[in-house]
């Protein structure tokens, strides 16, 4: 864990001020800027114990963003590093033209890492679209107020729910036609099944071919669902 003291938040200010690159935006919890070294400062509204940065030591799992980094100033932690994750916000994300084996490896890839931070303790409590962002490759999950911290395994199934129901919400249910063909089909049941969402590419292969099945269609994007449920 990395400490960097500031004598002072108006000194703290005063630099994030003179030398950010990007104001990435903000939250209830603090603001987000890009620095020049190429990670994010974040600067809390509140003022924390050290404890509260010390649980995030030692956790390297790609797809969580957790502090590497705080900034303390009179004892507390008034700012936390993070790794910068050059992406958008999935609610703004348009997911109908990216290739569903490219989702589908994004998800393969995220499940596994909901498996690992359930097995470290870890709970997501309240995550919603806003605080998952996406590159164009893989799902990062920002905001560490939104997680809880134990030092026994957690349900994972709790936990892939909680985060693969928010990103469904935001790949399928944008897109009318994707949401009124999952709610024709025979996997709308299956849907929010712990079975299915753990293991995501099933149920993406199970999109795949039901469409296939019923329209005689290859389904490679949200976009052509589109394209053929129209003309149909
Ligand atoms: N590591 C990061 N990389 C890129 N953008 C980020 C990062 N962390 C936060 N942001 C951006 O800043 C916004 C606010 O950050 P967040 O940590 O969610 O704050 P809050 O706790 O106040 O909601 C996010 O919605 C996101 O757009
Ligand atoms: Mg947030």
Redesign the pocket.
């Known amino acids: 864990m990395e400490l960097i003291e500031f004598e002072s938040k108006e000194k703290l200010c005063d630099y994030i001020k003179q030398k950010y690159v990007k104001a990435?935006?903000?939250?209830?919890?603090?603001?987000?800027y890009?620095m020049p070294e190429g990670?994010?400062i974040?600067k809390l509204?509140d003022e924390y114990y050290e404890s509260y940065i010390e649980k995030f030591d030692g956790i390297d799992i790609q797809s969580f963003?957790f502090a590497f980094g705080g900034i303390i100033v009179n004892e507390f932690v008034s700012a936390l590093m993070?790794?910068?994750?050059?992406?958008?916000?999935i609610v703004k994300v348009n997911f109908e033209k990216y290739e569903l084996e490219l989702l589908k490896n994004a998800l393969n890839i995220l499940s596994k890492d909901i498996k690992e931070l359930s097995a470290r303790g870890i709970k997501a409590i309240d995550v919603y679209g806003?605080?998952i962002?996406f590159d164009g490759k893989f799902f990062?999950l920002?905001?560490?107020?939104?997680y809880e911290f134990n030092s026994y395994p957690f349900l994972e199934g709790i936990n892939i729910v909680v985060i693969m129901k928010e990103i469904y919400k935001n790949i399928f249910s944008k897109n009318m036609f994707a949401t009124s063909f999952l709610l024709s089909s025979d996997l709308k049941d299956y849907l929010y099944d712990y079975y299915l969402l753990s293991h995501p590419g099933e149920l993406i292969d199970g999109i795949k071919d039901e469409f296939y099945r019923k329209y005689r269609e290859e389904l490679n994007t949200l976009d052509d669902m589109k394209r053929v449920l129209r003309v149909k």
Do not use: F, H, W
Not at 26 to 32: I, S
Not at 82 to 89: A, F, K, Q, V
Not at 142 to 146: K, L, Y
């Open positions: 990435l935006g903000a939250g209830r919890e603090g603001a987000c890009l990670y994010v974040k509204n963003v993070l790794r910068y994750i050059d992406g958008s916000e806003r605080n962002l990062s920002i905001d560490a107020q939104c």
